[in-house]
């Protein structure tokens, strides 16, 4: 079962940040949390992780709580391309724990 | 370069048909994944596998098989099809031992009439 709870949508409009929230209360130490997307009919796609200092790449940006049971992806400027299923996962690092497992995500509708 | 590929993009085919899916990845990762993705949408993990175990889903019935030529390649081998085995089936890989993403093949779509 996945370890994480999202809201089950969210709206946004084009061109504002959509902060897409995640709680995983039970992570643990060792436990890394990753948002992947899914856009409509593809397969999903990595946008970030982190352990516990926030991150940003050229997608997104991670901000893990300081006790690290939650959690926000922030897509800063989001277009109508974004509009996707947002996923949060907590995985191990490795062996059969490395596994993603998937909820049921937060389905995001960018507006124009 | 397409890091994982699958072939074929739509199948169809009658119930009770024998059927495969190949998948093949080119990023030189030593753990392969099958993941369904039902009419739900919910994705779940069907079977893992590195060239050291293969572990299964306990809810896959054994009519699906994974089979595994060389690192680079992880086949599905379906038998005996159902009506409930319609769904998109996505292949991933991932480097083993490490932090590094899960990539994912564009999905085969797989319609049992």
């Known amino acids: 079962d996945a370890k994480t709870t999202q809201p089950t949508s969210m709206d946004c409009a084009e061109g504002r940040a959509a902060n897409l929230p995640c709680n995983h209360s039970?992570?643990?130490?060792?436990?890394?949390v990753y948002w992947y997307r899914q856009i409509h009919s593809q397969g999903p796609q990595y946008i970030i992780h982190g352990l516990k200092n926030n991150e940003t790449n050229e997608m997104a940006s991670l901000i893990i709580t300081e006790d690290r049971k939650s959690s926000t992806l922030i897509l800063p400027h989001a277009t109508l391309r974004d509009t996707a299923v947002y996923y949060c996962i907590v995985r191990h690092y490795g062996g059969s724990q490395g596994n993603l497992i998937f909820g049921k995500g937060t389905k995001l509708s960018v507006k124009p | 370069d397409t890091a994982v590929s699958q072939t074929p993009k739509y199948l169809v085919t009658q119930m009770g048909n024998d059927k495969s899916i190949k998948c093949e990845q080119n990023l030189g990762h030593d753990t392969m994944y099958w993941y369904k993705q039902d009419s739900k949408k919910f994705l779940k993990i069907m079977f893992s596998?590195?060239?050291?175990?293969?572990?299964i889903n306990e809810t896959v019935p054994n009519r699906f098989s994974p089979k595994s030529p060389d690192k680079a390649h992880l086949n599905l081998h379906i038998n005996s099809l159902e009506l409930g085995d319609s769904a998109v089936y996505f292949c991933a890989s991932r480097p083993a031992g490490t932090s590094d993403e899960t990539y994912f093949g564009a999905g085969t779509r797989l319609s049992v009439l």
């Open positions: 039970t992570i643990s130490g060792n436990e890394y």
């Open positions: 596998y590195n060239n050291k175990e293969l572990i």
